[in-house]
């Protein structure tokens, strides 16, 4: 169990109708990884006030490692904003390791709001238990800040939130 004082503070098997992230370092990306080319750091902060990053290039997003459960869904969500427009979609991509049910966050990213924040998500379901680096970033080139990013079991999106690991470090549980 958890304290924080004297107070118990919420584990992963309470019940409490909030989602824990399953993603650690999602409000400052310190745990992210990068599979291709280099992203841009800003100063723009996302609408939970967490760092985010800017993509130019189609792919150019950051990851985060995750252990996903064989058999089990995912809903996997991120808040972006786009500064311009282009064609093609957002979407996941089904491999080895996931099956998409939702693959797409945009169908066409020419219909997107430009510079208004969204909060797009995506559903798959875990092929085999495995290590997967979880990021989604559009096939084309376009503008765009990212951060937020959040993987919660089952098909509902949920805000974002810390996850119950970086929640412990902010409250000094270790």
């Given at each position: 169990m958890l304290y924080f004082g004297k107070e118990r503070i919420l584990t992963s098997s309470d019940g409490s109708g909030?989602?824990?992230?399953?993603l650690d370092g999602t409000a400052d990306f310190r745990d992210a990884i990068h599979p291709y080319d280099s992203p841009i750091e800003t100063n723009v902060k996302s609408p939970y006030g967490n760092r985010c990053f800017h993509g130019e290039k189609a792919w150019n997003y950051m990851?985060?490692?995750v252990k996903l459960i064989e058999g089990k869904t995912y809903c996997f969500s991120l808040s972006?904003?786009?500064?311009n427009t282009a064609h093609y979609?957002?979407?996941?991509?089904?491999?080895?390791?996931v099956q998409f049910i939702k693959?797409?966050?945009?169908?066409?990213?020419s219909k997107?709001?430009?510079?208004?924040w969204l909060r797009p998500y995506a559903i798959f379901k875990a092929k085999k238990t495995t290590t997967y680096n979880m990021a989604i970033s559009p096939a084309d080139s376009i503008k765009a800040d990212y951060?937020?990013?959040?993987?919660?079991?089952?098909?509902?999106p949920a805000e974002?939130?810390?996850?119950l690991k970086d929640f412990r470090k902010l409250v000094g549980g270790g």
């Open positions: 909030m989602k824990w992230n399953l990851a985060f490692p972006i904003r786009f500064a979609d957002m979407r996941g991509y089904d491999g080895d390791e693959p797409h966050l945009f169908t066409d990213l997107v709001p430009v510079n208004e951060g937020d990013y959040m993987l919660v079991e089952g098909d509902i974002w939130n810390y996850s």
